[in-house]
């Protein structure tokens, strides 16, 4: 009887694997199908690399560029599943606002090349998320108003939104289906529409040509 206790154990873990993996793969189906709905609504495209891959989204939103993606991070212990959405703007602006709790603290190498790539962290009076940047006045002049950030706070569960070259870009842990849904997803770009009208209303006019927010972002890449 002893001898069959490993066959059994490594069953029962087969069978728990198995069920995850479907389990996983009727999420991503299902999103895959609210995408798909969303994208009709704005004008765009739903597409995944292989039928097993999270699915992405690519249109556009009051007239700007849109993408909806999956990208996978990593802290010292965990990989962290983030639905990322990628706004454009008009705006020149580079502005890095990192989750002060949660999964936000990577590890040492990519905090270095983090520090390379964004900068320091800068001290914003109230401001409920650590700021970077490489030109600090710059981000004080962005996030002087107390008001605003009051409502950025309203943004807490997001571990990053960049302001980068031309996009708007917000990251969360993603939490279920049920966010990916086409009410859901409206609201939530609703919410970083205001967003990007805001830091556009503070972007320096005449050292920034474009107007259509074409620009694109190299720092998040659409990844899973």
């Known amino acids: 009887m002893i001898s069959y206790i490993p066959l059994t154990f490594f069953g029962i873990i087969g069978v728990v694997g198995?069920?995850?993996?479907?389990?996983?793969?009727?999420?991503?189906?299902?999103?895959?199908?609210?995408?798909?709905d969303l994208a009709s609504t704005l004008s765009g495209h739903a597409g995944r690399s292989a039928i097993w891959a999270y699915p992405y989204l690519s249109g556009s939103y009051e007239g700007r560029p849109l993408k909806i993606f999956f990208h996978t991070s990593?802290?010292?212990?965990?990989?962290?599943?983030?639905?990322?959405?990628?706004?454009?703007?008009s705006s020149p602006d580079r502005l890095v606002l990192l989750q002060k709790d949660g999964f936000r603290e990577p590890k040492p190498e990519a905090k270095t090349r983090l520090e390379e790539e964004v900068g320091d962290v800068v001290a914003i009076p109230g401001c409920t998320f650590d700021v970077r940047s490489k030109d600090p006045a710059r981000a004080k002049e962005l996030l002087s108003s107390e008001a605003f950030c009051r409502e950025l706070s309203t943004f807490s569960p997001y571990n990053q939104i960049l302001l980068w070259e031309g996009s708007l870009i917000a990251g969360k842990q993603?939490?279920?289906?049920?966010e990916t849904m086409p009410q859901a997803m409206m609201e939530t770009l609703?919410?970083?529409?205001?967003?990007?009208?805001?830091?556009?209303?503070?972007?320096?006019?005449h050292s920034f040509g474009s107007s259509d927010g074409t620009g694109h972002s190299q720092t998040v890449r659409q990844g899973t």
């Open 18 to 36: 198995l069920a995850f993996f479907v389990h996983g793969f009727v999420n991503r189906q299902k999103i895959y199908a609210a995408f798909s």
């Open 74 to 89: 990593e802290n010292h212990t965990v990989s962290v599943l983030n639905l990322v959405v990628e706004l454009g703007l």
């Open 174 to 178: 993603f939490e279920g289906v049920p």
């Open 190 to 205: 609703g919410r970083l529409g205001k967003l990007a009208r805001h830091f556009e209303g503070l972007a320096p006019k």
